[in-house]
């Protein structure tokens, strides 16, 4: 499994950092790994939403159907996309601080099946990845890494 974890200190409030982390289709302000991202089933971030996440790949985009299988607001939201080479589990938190609010982005990537004996080599290359994403984030949210 290959594992990024980053958390940001923002001034924005728990509620509106929530409401834009579990809305998917933000990710491609942040992610410079997301080309586009269109809604599916529901409107925003919230129980079952589904979303078809554009990530680039070597020579074309791969479409990753990404489904919300936890939604506690203004807390957590967890997000699981599956193909047949690898699983995708992003888990957002979101906790007050002062006034603002401290995310905590952990995202995790496991090949399935035979490929898994890949996984250390995926993990180098997913730090990298997740490095220019964490970039992106701290931008987007005016924050600081913590």
Known sequence: ????VI????????????????????FAEWDPGVSKVAQVVG???GVASSFDVDVKG?????????ETTRYEPPTVVVARAESSMFTSLDRIEVVADGAGSIVTYDAQLTLNGPLGIADPLLGLVFKRIG???????????DGEVV
């Open 1 to 4: 499994m290959a594992q990024f």
């Open 7 to 26: 958390s940001v200190r923002t001034f924005k409030g728990v509620t509106e950092v929530f409401d834009y982390m579990a809305d998917l289709r933000n």
């Open 43 to 45: 409107d925003g971030g």
């Open 58 to 66: 070597v020579g074309k985009d791969l479409t990753l159907r990404y």
């Open 131 to 141: 490095g220019r994403a964490a970039k992106g984030l701290v931008q987007v949210l």
